[in-house]
DNA sequence: CACAGTTGGAGAATGATTCTCCTTTACGAA
DNA sequence: TTCGTAAAGGAGAATCATTCTCCAACTGTG
């Protein structure tokens, strides 16, 4: 079974080539970057990533670390944890529903919980947790953004 | 079948008498900017809300709405639609999986597919959208989160 | 109607992110 | 291996979202 170490390397691997077949310089900043990112278990933000690397790389900058972080999204290398961060999004309706949100124009729908069929867990979720309640979130593209990328 | 004008003033008026009971002032602004969200068909942003109050009420505060909105969620009058905006969170596991988030801390645990069962949809998905992939993401409190809640 | 405690307004302060501008580096070609 | 060019990095200013401070105005009670 291979270890977490040896995991990290092959994805640190796959990523040297994947930089590779998109034509992005392969930099001493953007392999710590990565490699921050990878060995986190935790879903690390901009500031955490620049704290890690600066360890080893005392003078990167932090405007490095967001230019790598959204170049490497672009070339989807990595993935943001919520599709909507970036500015508060508020709701009035309280009652359990669900989400479908564009991905390029960032809208959100709401979809009733009566419109698809309860989540079952397969088994016993972690230990120790309290879970007070779940949301699906279904990504994707609207009919508008549909078809302006059709157009373009 | 209600309408949606008369929909609207039932929560306006749930509204009012929540604020009475949670001992809250039931000011001009606060009714505003509560059916500014009602109204809004999106998950509107602070922002969004502030320009659709300033219509009505050319001299409100940005920093009134902010105020609001916060006491509104503690009140649990409203949702927030994230509960980990704020700041870029990233991740590099581009395999499907999702995310078991502390609402205290914030700290997010993955989970592997395999640990639920698949979703169903008990209908066809709103017609046009383009559904690429989805997320479940579990709310709850972490086990670190629970005990010091306990304590305190 | 007056009082006391909330709440609102304005603008400064803070924190996250992006931009600008100039220097340095990666890497294909010679 | 060296060179030239385009890409990338660094520093700090600029921008955007959000919060704070401080004082004036308002709400709800007596």
Redesign the pocket.
């Known amino acids: 079974m291979p270890t977490a170490g040896t995991q990290i390397e092959t994805m640190v691997t796959a990523f040297r080539e994947r930089?590779?077949a998109s034509?992005?310089?392969?930099?001493?900043?953007?392999e710590l970057?990565y490699r921050a990112i990878v060995s986190s278990k935790h879903h690390p933000?901009?500031?955490l990533i620049f704290d890690e690397v600066r360890r080893q790389?005392p003078?990167?900058?932090?405007?490095?670390?967001?230019?790598?972080?959204?170049?490497f999204l672009e070339a989807g290398l990595l993935r943001e944890v919520s599709p909507h961060?970036?500015?508060?999004r508020l709701e009035a309706n309280l009652a359990e529903h669900h989400h479908l949100v564009c991905t390029r124009c960032k809208a959100i729908v709401d979809l009733d919980e009566s419109e698809l069929e309860p989540i079952h867990l397969s088994r016993k979720l972690r230990a120790g947790y309290q879970i007070l309640r779940y949301t699906v979130e279904f990504q994707g593209l609207c009919p508008a953004c549909t078809d302006a990328l059709k157009t373009t």
């Open positions: 930089c590779r034509g992005l310089a392969l930099t001493h900043q953007r970057i933000s901009p500031e790389t003078s990167i900058s932090l405007a490095t670390v967001y230019k790598n972080i959204h170049t961060h970036g500015s508060l």
